[in-house]
């Protein structure tokens, strides 16, 4: 049985993962990375909600759902990480601990991907390391969550 709740919320086009631009965001579906979180969370004791969704707005409220309902989030927001004033509000409301996960690491891409609406508000930010990048976030918030409970 579970002790604790996380919330995996992947934000836009990451539903095409695995069929398009592989060189980049590697060749798992995103089926397969929700199959490897659930995996790893159920080890360390986490039950996992895993959703994604193109639009903005299914993010804030389940982020807002998360706020009643988990002890941590761990988001790729995708292409709102660098534009969404909304979602980093969400999540500031939240007192939850937040990881940020990337699949590529941003800082080696386009000027307009240096910035994340989302980092300052976060315990930390996971990015690089493509699907392991998802694993190594389950790591921290399970250590952020026990950190909470202490
Ligand atoms: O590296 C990441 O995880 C990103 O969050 C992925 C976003 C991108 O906008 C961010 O800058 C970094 C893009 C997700 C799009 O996913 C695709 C999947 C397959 C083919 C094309 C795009």
Partial sequence: MAD????????????MLGVREPGIYGSDTLADIEAMCRDRASDLGLDVVFR??????????????????????????????????AIRDALSLTDLPVVEVHLS????????RHHS????????????????????AIDAIARLIDQDAL
Wanted: net charge negative; glycine share 10%; no cysteine.
């Fill in 52 to 85: 994604q969704s193109n639009a903005e707005a299914d993010l804030v409220s389940w982020i807002q759902e998360a706020r009643e309902n988990a002890d941590g989030i761990i988001l790729n927001a995708a292409a709102y990480t660098h534009t969404s004033v």
């Fill in 105 to 112: 690491n941003t800082h080696k891409r386009e000027g307009f």
């Fill in 4 to 15: 604790h709740d996380i919330y995996i919320l992947n934000g836009p086009n990451l539903n």
């Fill in 117 to 136: 609406y989302v980092s300052a508000v976060a315990n930390g930010v996971i990015m690089g390391f493509g699907a392991q990048g998802y694993l190594l």
